[in-house]
């Protein structure tokens, strides 16, 4: 299998940092890692794909069956990203026939909070 170089830094590289900094008297600043996370995330299925593979390793058709309304085209590009990025890890299980399981990876592990506060959050506020 191919060594994937991601964007998300393991938890020793990263240096503390909040959201937002203040650079002047009144003037805040979106740091450009969160802003990065959010539009990562925020990406159209990302966080519903992100949601299922919580619950452990998933084959594509699983994906697209937990997820309504996602195209097998939308769920192929989101699972490529995510893998670049290193929060989902591809693996080709044996067969007959040939299986492909994709797993999160423990970066991708580690957004389970933010996805569950989320969760709640919706469940609070949005309206559908």
Not at 14 to 21: G, H, V, Y
Not at 46 to 62: D, H, K, R
Request: proline fraction near 5%.
């Amino acid at each position: 299998m191919q060594k994937v170089t991601s964007r998300v830094k393991s938890p020793a590289k990263r240096s503390a940092s909040s959201s937002t900094r203040r650079v002047g008297e009144g003037e805040a600043k979106v740091c450009s890692r969160f802003h990065y996370a959010v539009e990562l995330i925020g990406r159209r299925w990302s966080g519903a794909i992100i949601s299922v593979m919580l619950g452990g390793p998933q084959c594509f058709n699983e994906m697209l069956t937990a997820v309504p309304g996602l195209s097998d085209r939308l769920l192929t590009e989101r699972l490529r990203e995510l893998e670049s990025e290193g929060l989902v890890r591809r693996t080709v299980l044996p067969g007959p026939p040939v299986r492909v399981s994709y797993e999160l990876t423990e970066a991708g592990k580690s957004l389970e909070p933010v996805i569950e506060s989320l969760s709640r959050w919706a469940e609070r506020w949005v309206k559908v």
